[in-house]
């Protein structure tokens, strides 16, 4: 009875997880040819309104992190995906750029204030003191099983409603396609509200109520390894946000049409379950922060041959596999990084506030990596723009290798006081 109560509290993080990033992310991965198309904007512009998703998401992590070690994961993240859900019936009129950054920046309140901390508490609950890294491999690689899933749910719902031959869709039936998507993303957020609702237990959290919200939140500030972690997320988050891009790639390089460009990035998500679990496990038997810096390495070679090669000849099949493994690895060390958690020794009490802090630093890529990739792509329409693309990846992943040996160096080298314990509320 109670391996089941794990598996389906488990299930609903996974697809919880998953899902609340569906409409302000899957939207532009999956679907970005299309989207461009029927919102009408440059790169430039879309990567500008992903800027305003990250500056509030980046404000939002470090309250989500106090608000996570207070209240009950259960109502955090139902509240969090009802809202999300609401803002894609404004998405489905095609508001402007401006009605398109308000609408990302309420998303970056709903998907991380609410949502994010909780779910990382959540989950390292879950993964108990000797599973740390198997709990969020899971996690990430149950959260790749759900984007692959409902990616493909949604191409075919994008096929469906496009006309036989895609490279003759008018503006109006493109529009009317991607709203079929927008809705099925909406209702599937919803879905996963009730579900979080009636399958995750109230959390019983110990915390004095008269304990200052955020005052553990800034004591963790004080830790070089937060800051070393932090920077860490920051590096793989870019390599993350990199594959926003790939369908785009596929239209503009590899000569795809919008279909078949939204079909490969969905397909490639099937990718992401495998390698984030095998990532965990070896995490686990080895060590998260040498694990992530093998697979900083990896990726920084493997953008270096897409920074340099054209598709022609033999050098597709070296375009392909180094795409491949570009995905393998990012998802990889997506399963990984907060695993880091547990390997500095954060008490289970400031989960919370140390997710919440090195979320906040290290997704600050929400606010920077669109607009400096959409100008990169601008500036180069086609094959030169994406080939400075990768090779700005391919330098993002070296530094990535230079912040886990600051992360190891401290490690062997500090002895962290984390804050202490805070005292159990009085017994009703």
């Keep these: 009875m109670r391996m ?84 894609g019936l404004y998405m489905a009129t095609y508001p402007g750029e401006t009605g398109m950054a308000v609408l990302y920046g309420y998303w970056g309140i709903t998907t991380i204030l609410l949502f994010w901390s909780a779910l990382i508490r959540a989950t390292r609950e879950w993964g108990g003191d000797n599973a740390q890294g198997a709990a969020f491999g899971i996690l990430e690689g149950g959260r790749g099983i759900v984007a692959a899933l409902i990616g493909t749910a949604g191409v075919a719902v994008l096929a469906m409603n496009m006309p036989d031959d895609p490279s003759a869709v008018t503006n109006e039936e493109r529009q009317a396609a991607f709203r079929s998507v927008i809705t099925m993303y909406s209702l599937g957020a919803l879905g996963a509200a009730a579900l979080v609702w009636f399958l995750i237990p109230p959390s019983k959290l110990a915390v004095d109520p008269g304990r200052r919200l955020f005052r553990d939140s800034f004591a963790v500030l004080r830790r070089p390894l937060v800051w070393a972690q932090a920077a860490i997320i920051v590096c793989a988050y870019c390599g993350f946000k990199g594959l926003d ?25 099937y990718i992401r379950p495998f390698a984030a679990v095998l990532a965990g496990v070896l995490a686990d038997r080895w060590s998260a922060g040498r694990t992530i ?24 099949f070296v375009i392909y596999a180094n795409v491949f493994v570009s995905m393998f690895a990012v998802f990889s060390m997506r399963g990984v990084y907060f695993a880091l958690l547990g390997e500095n020794g954060v008490p289970a009490h400031l989960t919370g506030a ?3 802090a090195v979320s906040f630093v290290g997704y600050t890529p929400e606010i920077f990596f669109g607009p400096v990739t959409g100008r990169i792509l601008d500036a180069n329409p ?4 994406h080939q400075n ?18 992360l190891l160096r401290l490690q062997r080298r500090d002895v962290v006081n984390w804050p202490a314990a805070p005292a159990a509320a009085p017994a009703k």
């Design 354 to 356: 140390v997710a919440g």
């Design 389 to 406: 693309y990768f090779l700005f990846l391919a330098v993002v992943m070296a530094a990535g290798v230079v912040c886990v040996a600051w």
């Design 293 to 316: 810096g093998l697979i900083f390495g990896a990726l920084a070679v493997s953008y270096l041959p897409l920074a340099k090669l054209h598709p022609e000849g033999n050098a597709v």
């Design 4 to 87: 089941v109560a794990r598996f389906t509290l488990m299930l609903t993080l996974v697809l919880a997880g998953e899902i609340v990033f569906g409409l302000p992310f899957h939207t532009a991965r999956f679907y970005r040819p299309t989207m461009l198309e029927a919102f009408g904007f440059t790169n430039t512009q879309l990567g500008d309104v992903f800027a305003v998703y990250g500056a509030f998401a980046m404000l939002a992590y470090f309250p989500g992190g106090a608000l996570a070690d207070r209240f009950s994961a259960r109502s955090l993240l139902a509240l969090s995906l009802v809202a999300t859900a609401a803002g």
């Design 245 to 269: 891009n790939y369908a785009l790639y596929a239209v503009q390089v590899l000569g795809m049409n919008e279909v078949d460009g939204a079909r490969l990035a969905a397909y490639a998500a």
């Design 382 to 385: 086609g094959a030169v723009g």
